[in-house]
């Protein structure tokens, strides 16, 4: 196999070949453990990160890494919150040693990782979160409940806010902490939802336990750390994530790091068959074929629209990364642009359909795919948050309009009135 230590010097990454390397690396009868390690120790499993983690490059190089590992039948790297959230994250805001202890086992996929944000209290007001956490000695005691946690089920650990300090006001007396799941006082209840699917979960914790030097970030400084993953989750939905796709789940709970690699080929990832890229619309033009409805102009347009719209997002994700974006709310953008693509995809997939579109199952046309999105479609209007929240953080900070009237920002959280 390659000399993976080599190419991990960027001095030789203009001569670096992903063809060549998963050539020479590539064999579906590996471990995924060990093919992720392979991956992470090459720099590959998230190239856009700066080294040692990743290679620095650009999206459009990392595009290019996604589509020669699809060519190959290749396993895609780790997904899910840990690598789109967690690792980013970590590298922004963790100590050295949090990030030395997690980063490197979220790029390999020996930990899995889930987002312990939203309460049943606390969604589109996330800043009135009542998860409180009590500092004992070197340990935070951490007792609530979190919803719409998603492949909490399958996460060794979580990215979690909690109150540290109800007597300051809401947004400064949070704290964000990296959370062991896997502990006495933690339950995961999953959530089953239209799809068939339970990629969500309740989370009760009641008195579990986090070491003090698991803080991320400052105590109190909580919300500022969670707003870098905001950022990091509406960029990612929006469509600046670009990876191979990937069925296997990482971590210790699902079992999956000593399956053949090549054994999850064609398997639906566990985020669902919801997502919306250029391989969607490759896949909804050649049913648009197979059907006749090509000829339909009206189906043609819509497919010629939602490409545009796809396109519209690369190069919105280049210019943010270039720096020029010009209102700060470029993440928030993207969001509700990804809902738009979403609707227009599940609208001229159930056209191209007709009445097809209302059977389900593997045996039904296209397999079941844009049937399952159809019944995906309206949640990425309301994660991540809503398309009415990224409205008016949008009017907000990006346009300077007037915000809501509410109570002062300086009033006490234990002040405040909390929901009913």
């Not at 033009?285 to 010629?304: E, K, M, V, Y």
Request: charged share 20%; with cysteine; hydrophobic share 40%.
């Amino acid at each position: 196999m390659t000399d993976t230590a080599a190419l991990t010097d960027t001095t030789t990454a203009s001569e670096f070949n992903v063809e060549i390397w998963l050539d020479e690396n590539w064999n579906p009868d590996i471990q995924v453990g060990e093919w992720w390690a392979l991956l992470a120790s090459a720099a590959l499993a998230q190239p856009t990160l700066p080294p040692p983690h990743g290679r620095g490059w650009s999206r459009a190089r990392a595009s290019d890494l996604a589509q020669a590992m699809v060519a190959r039948g290749a396993l895609g790297p780790p997904a899910g919150i840990g690598m789109m959230l967690a690792a980013p994250t970590l590298l922004a805001h963790g100590s050295p040693e949090l990030i030395g202890q997690y980063v490197p086992q979220i790029l390999n996929g020996q930990h899995g990782w889930c987002q312990l944000f939203s309460e049943p209290g606390a969604g589109s007001d996330l800043a009135g979160l009542q998860t409180r956490a009590e500092r004992d000695g070197d340990e935070w005691i951490i007792s609530g409940q979190k919803v719409w946690t998603s492949m909490g089920q399958w996460a060794d650990y979580g990215i979690l806010i909690a109150r540290t300090d109800p007597d300051a006001p809401k947004h400064r007396g949070i704290t964000y902490f990296a959370f062991p799941m896997r502990q006495d006082g933690v339950e995961v209840r999953p959530l089953r939802e239209m799809t068939g699917r339970a990629l969500f979960n309740e989370v009760f914790i009641d008195e579990a336990r986090v070491p003090h030097d698991h803080v991320i970030g400052d105590v109190g400084d909580g919300w500022r750390v969670a707003n870098t993953t905001l950022m990091f989750e509406r960029n990612s939905i929006g469509g600046e994530n670009v990876a191979a796709p990937s069925a296997a789940l990482a971590g210790t709970i699902a079992g999956h790091l000593k399956r053949p690699a090549g054994s999850f080929g064609g398997q639906t990832p566990a985020l669902g068959g919801g997502m919306v890229g250029p391989g969607r619309v490759k896949q909804l033009i050649q049913f648009a074929r197979d059907t006749g409805s090509i000829d339909d102009p009206t189906i043609r347009q819509d497919l010629i629209r939602l490409h545009t719209l796809l396109q519209i997002t690369g190069w919105h994700v280049s210019r943010m990364k270039s720096g020029s974006a010009a209102t700060g709310s470029e993440g928030n953008l993207m969001k509700l642009r990804n809902s738009d693509i979403t609707r227009l995809a599940r609208e001229v997939g159930c056209r191209i359909l007709g009445a097809g579109a209302m059977l389900t199952g593997p045996d039904s046309p296209t397999g079941g795919a844009i049937q399952e999105l159809t019944v995906f479609s309206p949640a990425p209007a309301i994660y991540g948050g809503s398309d009415q929240v990224q409205r008016n953080i949008i009017g907000e900070r990006g346009l300077g309009l007037p915000k809501e009237p509410g109570p002062d920002r300086n009033t006490p959280f234990s002040e405040l009135p909390k929901n009913g």
